[in-house]
Each structure stands twice: as C-alpha cells, then as structure tokens.
C-alpha cells in the first residue's frame, strides 16, 4: 500500500490496484468567504495539483458542506471519477455520489478480480450535537482478505467512536484527521482529534500504523504535526506514527 499526502485532508491511497483520493481539495491558498459572516483562510496549496494526478478510482469524501474537505476544484474532478463515497446527505447535493450510512459497504471489483470492501463508519465533526451546525460527517473502512485493513477517520473528534471502529474491525493503518480544528462556531471546541485524542485513538487502534492528515494548511488548525509528533512521544508511540512529506509516494503497512 502506497500513501500519497496532497495537502490537508487529501492523500492518494494505493490499494489493491485501485486508486483512493480523499477529499478533494485542490485550491491554491485564498480565503473562502462562508455565509456565515466567517472566513476560512488556505495557507498552503496542494503538492500535487489536480490536473497532474493519475486517473482516480475512487473518492472517499468524509462530507461537501465545507471548503477545507471539498473545495472548487475538487468539486470540478468528482464527474470524472468512477465512484464516489460519501454521507447520504451528500448523495442528494452532488449527482453520481452514494451514500453510505453508518456500517454501510460497498463491494468494488479490483483489476485482479478481487474485491474491496468499503464500509461507513461513524464521525462526529465537533462535540456531541455537532450535526445541527457543522453537518453529518463519515469515515471509512477499506477491508480485503489479503490487503491491509485502512481507516480513513474523516472528520471525527470522537474517540469513543474510534472505539466503535476498533471494536469491529482490526486495522492496520488508520489515516486520522487530526489538528484540532477549532471555530467559535462551536466556542472553540475541537472539530477534529486533537494530538492528545489522537494518542488514545492509537492505543485504541492497535497495532495500527498512524497516518495523520489535515493537520496544517488552514487557519482554524490548532496543533500542527510538529505538536502531534511531541505528543506521540511523551506517550510512547512515536514508533507508530507515520507523518508523510506532502507529495511523496510513501509505502505504509
């Protein structure tokens, strides 16, 4: 298995013969006004553009709602991607994407004739009631009889839902969204793990290989990889955790 980190929340994975991007977001840096009143401000453009990527197969999209996981020019390449996975709820805004709900799976036929299975797991983008502001938000699961099981987090500041994850499936390397991103939306409350949540969505997860994305690149992130990484070694893992140089192909397992 083959990871890619673009920038943010967007990483190609190779698995199995099948390309993997999650949510696309391709935008050099610029501020994105919200209806809201706010700004979300982009620090940092993708390490591979769009239009240099190889053909996708498929789409992991945690959720649309918001720029720093789907921005304008990912929205521009989801049309050319064969399938696209994402909340139900996105299913009905985006033509051609489908839903999955939460310990949903999808079967997709590998170029050997074998198969990946996708299953929805569960995320929650802030703090309990989060929904009703920020959107529903999902994860996935990639699992194969002879591949590396993956989790994709997506959005998620629950722990107690990596739990839930952990309890199902036994996987090899979790690519977690972490950074703590926080907004007054939400009185500052993280959105995603924090490095300290991280370090127990390890313990949970093991023995996963920790790949961690959408750490940096947007202003709302609070604790960049380099706190990620002192926080992984003051609680012994930093053998388990993998931080990837934006734009190169890198083996994990």
């Given at each position: 298995?083959?990871?890619?980190?673009?920038?943010?929340?967007?990483?190609?994975?190779?698995?199995?013969?099948?390309?993997?991007?999650?949510?696309?977001?391709?935008?050099?840096?610029?501020?994105?006004?919200?209806?809201?009143?706010?700004?979300?401000?982009?620090?940092?453009?993708?390490?591979?553009?769009?239009?240099?990527?190889?053909?996708?197969?498929?789409?992991?999209?945690?959720?649309?709602?918001?720029?720093?996981?789907?921005d304008?020019?990912?929205?521009?390449?989801?049309?050319?991607?064969?399938?696209?996975?994402?909340?139900?709820?996105?299913?009905?805004?985006?033509?051609g994407?489908?839903?999955?709900?939460?310990?949903?799976?999808?079967?997709?036929?590998?170029?050997?004739?074998?198969?990946?299975?996708?299953t929805?797991?569960?995320?929650?983008?802030?703090?309990?009631?989060?929904?009703?502001?920020?959107?529903?938000?999902?994860?996935?699961?990639?699992?194969?009889?002879?591949?590396?099981?993956?989790?994709?987090?997506?959005?998620?500041?629950?722990?107690?839902?990596?739990?839930q994850v952990?309890?199902?499936?036994?996987?090899?390397?979790?690519?977690?969204?972490?950074?703590?991103?926080?907004?007054?939306?939400?009185?500052?409350?993280?959105?995603?793990?924090?490095?300290?949540?991280?370090?127990?969505?390890?313990?949970?997860?093991?023995?996963?290989?920790?790949?961690?994305?959408?750490?940096?690149?947007?202003?709302?992130?609070?604790?960049?990889?380099?706190?990620?990484?002192?926080?992984?070694?003051?609680?012994?893992?930093?053998?388990r955790?993998?931080?990837?140089?934006?734009?190169?192909?890198?083996?994990?397992d």
């Amino acid at each position: 298995m083959k990871i890619t980190h673009i920038g943010g929340p967007t990483a190609l994975l190779s698995l199995g013969g099948l390309t993997f991007l999650t949510d696309p977001a391709f935008d050099e840096p610029q501020e994105y006004a919200l209806p809201t009143g706010r700004v979300m401000k982009k620090l940092i453009g993708p390490a591979v553009p769009a239009a240099d990527l190889r053909p996708v197969d498929v789409v992991l999209l945690s959720h649309d709602e918001h720029k720093d996981n789907l921005d304008d020019t990912g929205r521009t390449l989801l049309p050319s991607v064969p399938v696209v996975l994402s909340t139900p709820g996105a299913a009905t805004r985006i033509p051609g994407v489908r839903g999955l709900e939460n310990w949903e799976s999808v079967e997709l036929t590998r170029p050997d004739g074998g198969a990946i299975t996708v299953t929805g797991v569960p995320a929650l983008h802030g703090p309990e009631g989060a929904e009703a502001v920020l959107g529903v938000v999902t994860g996935f699961v990639l699992t194969a009889d002879d591949l590396p099981t993956v989790y994709v987090s997506g959005d998620n500041a629950s722990v107690d839902l990596v739990k839930q994850v952990a309890d199902r499936f036994t996987v090899d390397v979790a690519v977690l969204f972490a950074g703590a991103a926080r907004t007054p939306l939400m009185n500052g409350a993280p959105l995603t793990l924090t490095s300290e949540a991280a370090t127990e969505a390890a313990h949970l997860l093991t023995p996963a290989t920790i790949v961690p994305v959408h750490t940096e690149g947007w202003s709302h992130f609070s604790e960049g990889p380099d706190h990620l990484s002192a926080t992984f070694k003051t609680a012994g893992l930093s053998d388990r955790l993998h931080i990837l140089t934006h734009g190169v192909a890198t083996t994990v397992d």
